[in-house]
């Protein structure tokens, strides 16, 4: 039943957005639920055994975890697959998925390295959420240490996922060949692809996608011109049009927060 289907998540993460996008692929109604960050482990531990979002409600299942949700839904849903079912085609689209997840890591320090000192971007971010803006302010404050901290964003680090953001682009360019037509393995849409498009979307900032919400005249320059050069190149092509051509709406109603 649909209205049993629901996805605990943030809506800018990016790893909430790779089960979005498997769940409307698979043509699946759902609710989205956001939780607030922070209190968030309260409920991920009590019903996931973990700290982190997505987390999948399908009736009385819960399961957490991105890679998880993705392995739940193939296995409970098995028309439009996104993971071949067996053989060499499957280790190799689980290879990509788990290759670029890990790039998702950079691409989240990458982002927050530039953000967290933009308190209206950080605002901006928390709007999904009720409560008055005293609220969110504070939040958004307790909020930008606590990432900081959790994700280890210093100056450093943040140079350094920002290569890996770029060798993760270079991995896409190989894969398609250079041309932004091409899926990542076989003719059409995989994991793969919904991984690696999900996780540069911060990057290159597909329109009507959740990274919309951060205004783009409040990110600092160098941001604007990494996301610039990042639109330009095959791979930022690539990210447009999986977008365009295999992202479809997902139907479903938000529940609130
Ligand atoms: N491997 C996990 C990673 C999910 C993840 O890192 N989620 C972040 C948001 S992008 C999170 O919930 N962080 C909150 C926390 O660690 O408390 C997956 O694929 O679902």
Redesign the pocket.
């Known amino acids: 039943m649909s209205h049993s289907r629901v996805l605990f998540q ?1 809506p800018v ?3 909430c957005e790779k089960s979005r996008w498997h769940l409307s692929h698979k043509g699946l109604e759902f609710h989205e639920r956001n939780l607030l ?1 922070g209190p968030h ?1 309260f409920f991920t531990r009590r019903y996931a055994g973990m ?4 987390v999948l409600r399908d009736g009385s299942d819960y399961t957490g ?3 998880r949700i993705a392995l739940y839904l193939e296995k409970h849903y098995p028309d439009a697959p996104l993971i071949p079912e067996v053989g060499q085609g499957r280790r190799h689209v689980q290879e990509l998925e788990d290759q670029f ?1 890990r790039i998702g890591l950079h691409v ?1 320090r990458w982002q927050y390295g530039h953000l967290l000192d933009q308190p209206d971007v950080m605002e901006a971010m928390l709007a999904p959420f009720r409560g008055p803006a005293w609220f969110k302010r504070i939040l958004s404050r307790i909020a930008r240490e606590r990432v900081r901290s ?1 994700y280890q964003v210093d100056p450093h680090n943040v140079a350094q996922s920002e290569k890996r953001v770029l060798d993760g682009m270079e991995r896409v360019e190989r894969l398609i060949q250079g041309d932004p037509q091409r899926y990542l393995h076989g003719e059409r849409l995989t994991l793969a692809d919904v991984t690696a498009a999900a996780m540069l979307a911060p990057v290159v900032r597909p329109p009507d996608s959740p990274w919309s919400l951060i205004p783009e005249a409040s990110m600092p320059r160098s941001m604007r011109l990494f996301t610039e050069r990042a639109r330009a190149r095959p791979a930022g092509q690539w990210v447009l049009t999986r977008y365009t051509q295999d992202r479809h709406p997902v139907v479903n109603q938000l529940e609130a927060a």
């Open positions: 943030f993460s990016h790893y960050p482990r700290d982190t979002l997505p975890d991105s890679s997840d989240r959790l």
